[in-house]
């Protein structure tokens, strides 16, 4: 089973230029597809409706999305008929095998002052895979601020955690005729989580190593796949500074994928791809077994 994570960027790439192409053919293969700044009527890429560009350019995959936030982009009437327009900003998920449940978490946020601040989201996916059904969320974190970071993560573990208890999205549909949904335990959390390894954000999600015995395998703690197959280095770039590209001072690893205690030993590897050019951001394959 192999899974993707990508912030694509509102479609541009270090080059400038808008391709979905290239960004469909960057993840194309993936059993789970985790894409985040997925945009409608976005000025900075002329506008462009990427929902529906990913989905002709990836025909084969089922998908959901998510929009944090929709803003006024150009609404009016046009001979009697309102025509609205909204610049919406999210992520989406898509999976080889239909998704059975979805919702968008909002995650917590503050008013910003001189810096732009917008409505993060976390969309969620129940996903019947070979390792049976797992949970698959598409992640964005506050770019600007450690302490929203760390407040939106919080708010993310309590909903991973908590879900046997809060039952997701949807329960109870055995009201209305339809089986009921499961409540799986196993999840795995990928996207662009603006944090550095180590940082006191990553260490509310995924805990720090103890002096002797290593990274702690628990329930109540993400497991970074990244870490757990010792991957790192120049091996885990995940972006590079669109205004100095070349300055390797810049690169950095902000993007993961995380999964539950119960998927550790599943990991198998976790690459990325240096060769993907449709973003700031390189894509971030994990596979497991």
Same mark, same amino acid.
């Given at each position: 089973m192999k899974l993707?994570?990508?912030? +694509?960027?509102?479609? +541009?790439?270090?080059?400038?230029?808008?391709?979905?192409?290239? +960004?469909?053919?960057?993840?194309?293969?993936?059993?789970?597809i985790a894409l985040q700044e997925v945009t409608r009527a976005n000025p900075n890429n002329e506008d462009h409706d990427m929902v529906a560009e990913l989905g002709e350019a990836l025909p084969d995959y089922f998908a959901v999305y998510g929009s944090n936030f929709e803003v006024d982009a150009g609404s009016r009437l046009e001979n009697g008929r309102a025509i609205t327009t909204t610049f919406q900003l999210g992520n989406m998920v898509l999976s080889k095998t239909p998704i059975h449940l979805s919702r968008n978490l909002l995650l917590p946020r503050s008013r910003s002052f001189e810096a732009m601040n917008f409505q993060r989201g976390a969309l969620e996916a129940l996903i019947k895979t070979p390792l049976g059904f797992i949970r698959c969320y598409s992640t964005h974190l506050d770019h600007r601020s450690p302490v929203e970071r760390t407040g939106q993560l919080r708010f993310l573990r309590q909903r991973l955690l908590n879900y046997g208890f809060e039952g997701g999205g949807l329960s109870g549909v055995a009201e209305v005729g339809l089986p009921e949904l499961p409540c799986p335990e196993a999840f795995v959390v990928m996207g662009d989580f603006n944090m550095l390894a180590g940082s006191p954000e990553y260490v509310e999600f995924a805990g720090r190593p103890d002096h002797e015995f290593g990274m702690p395998l628990t329930a109540d703690l993400a497991?970074?796949?990244?870490?757990?197959?010792?991957?790192?280095?120049?091996?885990?770039?995940?972006?590079?500074?669109?205004?100095?590209?070349?300055?390797?001072?810049?690169?950095?690893? +902000?993007?993961y994928v995380f999964t539950s205690a119960s998927l550790a030993g599943s990991l198998k590897r976790l690459w990325v791809d240096r060769q993907a050019a449709g973003s700031d951001h390189l894509p971030v394959w994990a596979e497991l077994a």
């Open positions: 993707v994570t990508y912030n +694509i960027h509102y479609g +541009i790439g270090l080059d400038g230029r808008y391709d979905v192409g290239r +960004i469909a053919d960057a993840v194309r293969g993936a059993d789970v497991v970074d796949a990244a870490a757990r197959l010792a991957v790192a280095g120049a091996d885990l770039v995940t972006w590079v500074d669109p205004k100095r590209p070349e300055d390797t001072s810049r690169h950095k690893c +902000i993007d």
